[in-house]
Structure formats: structure tokens, C-alpha cells
């Protein structure tokens, strides 16, 4: 889910009669509107780059959120990391075992409160990392 409110709640409503429409499906934000920061937009555009390539095109916006989807889904999907890498786990199981993925457009504005944890250049470099490693084989999910 997002931190403080950063997709609209009218989002959220137009994701559940997404889930409603399409149960077996994977309904997610994608953000088309961005209010975040250069740096922080520049890391988001590469990630996905990155991830596009290696995963045949599965999102222009991977990390988007919120996502929904029946518990039973869920459970298919058996995600197993719950770190930052847990939203490229699971659309790339999604991909894989060929579930209907519904983007509904967002405008993703500037956090309403408190600060984030995310270090950029840490983190960046270890999603990248941990794409790598999962695409080399060396990460399993």
C-alpha cells in the first residue's frame, strides 16, 4: 500500500470494481503522474527499464501500488520475499503463470507526512542487485 496517501482513494475505488469485474485478476496503480523528485523518478524509470528488458515487457510501472487480487491468487502466487523486492516477485509469477494484469492510471503526489526510509542510492542499487541475481538464476522464488 502506499505510504500517506500518495495515489488518490478514488484509485482504490476504482481498483475493487476492477477485482470485482475481473476476480482471477491482478488489478495495480500505475502511476502516470509523478510528484516525487527527479532523483527519485530517474531511479523508478531505470528500474523499470531494467526489469522490461530482462522480463519481456511486464509493467511500465512495476512497483506501482496498490495492488489487489483475491486471496486465492495470493496463495498461487506464494510470494516469498517481504522486502522492496516482494512488487517484481510478484509480477513476474504473475507473468509467468499468465494472469490478466489491470493497470488503472494514478497521479502519485508528494507524501502528506512524515519522511521516507528509502536510502536512493542503497536501495537502488540493491533492487538492481537483486533483479540480477533472481534473472541469473541465483535468487529463487
Known amino acids: ?4 496517501s500518495q495515489v488518490p482513494n478514488e ?6 470494481k476492477a477485482i470485482r469485474e475481473e476476480p482471477d485478476a491482478l488489478v495495480k496503480a500505475r502511476r502516470v503522474v ?6 527519485r523518478l530517474l531511479s523508478t524509470l531505470s528500474y523499470n527499464f531494467l526489469v522490461n528488458i530482462l522480463f ?3 509493467s511500465s510501472d512495476v ?3 496498490p495492488k ?3 486471496r486465492t491468487l495470493w496463495d498461487t502466487l506464494k510470494p516469498m520475499y517481504g522486502d522492496y523486492f516482494i512488487d517484481t516477485e510478484v509480477m513476474v509469477k504473475a507473468r509467468r503463470m499468465k494472469v490478466k494484469v489491470i493497470e488503472i492510471p494514478a497521479k502519485s503526489t508528494k507524501r502528506k507526512g512524515g519522511k521516507s ?3 536512493l542510492v542503497r536501495d537502488s542499487l540493491g533492487l538492481f542487485r537483486e533483479l540480477l541475481e533472481y534473472r541469473l538464476g541465483m535468487r529463487r522464488f
Open 56 to 58: 519481456a515487457g511486464i
Open 34 to 39: 509523478r510528484d516525487d523528485g527527479f532523483k
Open 11 to 16: 484509485n482504490l475505488l476504482l481498483e475493487l
Open 63 to 65: 512497483n506501482g501500488t
Open 117 to 119: 526510509s528509502i536510502k
Open 1 to 4: 500500500m502506499c505510504a500517506d
Open 68 to 70: 489487489m487480487m483475491k
